[in-house]
């Protein structure tokens, strides 16, 4: 079956086993399965292209990140309303992953605001639709194709509470901060309450262990504020680790 575009997004059918799933399924690698991978490259290609197709035009946006199973009674859902329209207001695009809770929120203020809503959603085993408050959507069936898309179409991050996919999507962006794959690029953690716990355990065990170094707390900010969490995504420019004299820097 055809993927079909509506509304201006990408629309995968559904009913069918997880992508991610068959692709890392150990028990399924038979004589079959061996024969199909090399096909499946197609497929993965594919997604690739359209989400390249889709946001190539963007312009500059932020991509915000949060949990998906927060209410719109929660202050956190007010809050990503207040940083979408932010940087809306700013002229930067939004960019979440499509769904409910944190990522509705940031849609919701971006495309109130006038600024260019976009989710890039992903297909999982309880059906995740894609919010009212998206322009644009692209549906993927790959995590690792769909991370692509949030790197390489925003000029920051903002990362708001969220689950085990939040914190994912945190330290990946962080190791590609830290190992210089991207550079000057925001990453601006939403919340004091939630995150300082985690930045102190850091400071207080991986440092001393020199699992990593004093300066790579340099490349996450905490803020309370919709407002300073929009200026730093669109405006800072944290040191690559080593500093402005390291290699990195060159």
């Not at 096909?39 to 997604?47: C, D, K, N, Q, T």
């Not at 059906?127 to 194709?145: H, I, K, P, S, T």
């Not at 179409?153 to 914190?167: C, N, S, V």
Request: charged share 25%; glycine share 10%.
């Amino acid at each position: 079956m055809m993927d079909r575009r509506r509304a201006g997004r990408l629309i995968v059918p559904s009913g069918k086993p997880l992508a991610d799933k068959a692709f890392f399924d150990r028990d399924q690698l038979d004589q079959l399965m061996l024969h199909a991978d090399p096909w499946r490259v197609l497929r993965i290609l594919s997604e690739f292209v359209e989400g390249f197709d889709a946001l190539s035009s963007l312009g500059p946006a932020v991509t915000i990140f949060g949990s998906a199973r927060v209410p719109d009674s929660d202050p956190l859902y007010q809050a990503a309303i207040a940083t979408g329209r932010a940087l809306a207001e700013r002229g930067f695009a939004v960019i979440t992953g499509g769904g409910p809770g944190i990522m509705e929120a940031a849609n919701r203020g971006c495309k109130e605001a006038g600024g260019v809503s976009v989710g890039c959603n992903i297909e999982l085993p309880h059906e995740q639709d894609m919010n009212d408050y998206v322009d644009l959507g692209v549906e993927f069936r790959y995590f690792f194709a769909r991370k692509t898309m949030f790197v390489k179409y925003a000029r920051g991050f903002i990362i708001f509470p969220g689950g085990f996919g939040t914190l994912d999507e945190l330290f990946e962006s962080l190791t590609l901060a830290q190992t210089g794959k991207i550079e000057h690029f925001p990453i601006i953690l939403f919340g004091h309450t939630y995150w300082d716990g985690l930045i102190d355990w850091i400071e207080h065990e991986g440092l001393p262990r020199a699992y990593l170094s004093p300066e790579d707390l340099q490349l996450v900010k905490v803020t309370d504020s919709p407002e300073e969490a929009a200026e730093w995504a669109i405006s800072s420019s944290p040191e690559p680790p080593g500093g402005p004299g390291s290699d990195h820097a060159q």
